[in-house]
């Protein structure tokens, strides 16, 4: 209604949400707030839907188990012929899965599978950035390569798993060693790559 509480659901919104229609007819929409946006967040929607009569958008909302879900949400308000404001429809998508396949195809596209750490792409796209700030702020950086002695014979002795293990190590041990700023990629391999930015002196 005007005041947004419930007045009607369909049984795909049961579904997603877990309530069933009785428990949530003439709760106001609030309850199903997953506590994650502040409340700027609702004043610019609101203001645009009574502005500009809709809002469409992502959202994190509250199942009635606790789990947060994220819906593509569009709210669209219902005037009478005076034009007033008499009810709103919104209706939703649960874009949960998506969104996680979405991260998970960027992190498969950006990071190093084994180590964890950024792959060729990431670390290009990062120098290439570097690159443009120290030009124009002129700062110094440092672009380091390195690979391991004798990994082949790791390989060759142990197998390929013992080799694996010891590239997360060396990933690991090499994250220990730098800062937040510093990036450290893997090639492939057993090269990596470090890029040391904002240096004062060689």
Do not use: C
């Amino acid at each position: 209604d005007a005041e947004g509480n419930i007045i009607w659901v369909n049984p795909a919104f049961e579904i997603v949400t877990g309530y069933h229609q009785e428990e949530i007819i003439g709760q106001n929409t609030r309850f199903l707030q997953s506590g994650l946006h502040d409340k700027a967040f609702y004043k610019n929607m609101w203001k645009a839907i009574i502005e500009n009569g809709v809002w469409k958008g992502e959202i994190w909302n509250k199942r009635k188990d606790g789990e947060l879900f994220l819906e593509w949400l569009t709210v669209i308000s219902i005037k009478d012929r005076q034009g007033n404001i008499t009810n709103y429809l919104a209706i939703f998508s649960d874009i949960t899965v998506q969104k996680r396949n979405i991260e998970q195809l960027k992190k498969l596209a950006h990071y190093d599978m084994l180590t964890g750490v950024p792959n060729r792409y990431l670390f290009t796209k990062r120098l290439e950035d570097l690159i443009e700030t120290s030009r124009r702020h002129h700062q110094q950086f440092a672009v380091i390569f390195l690979d391991l002695d004798r990994f082949k014979y790791v390989n060759d002795t142990l197998g390929h798993h013992a080799g694996d293990l010891l590239l997360q190590k060396v990933a690991l041990r090499l994250r220990g060693a730098l800062q937040k700023k510093d990036t450290l990629a893997r090639f492939g391999g057993d090269e990596f790559v470090i890029i040391l930015p904002n240096l004062k002196h060689i």
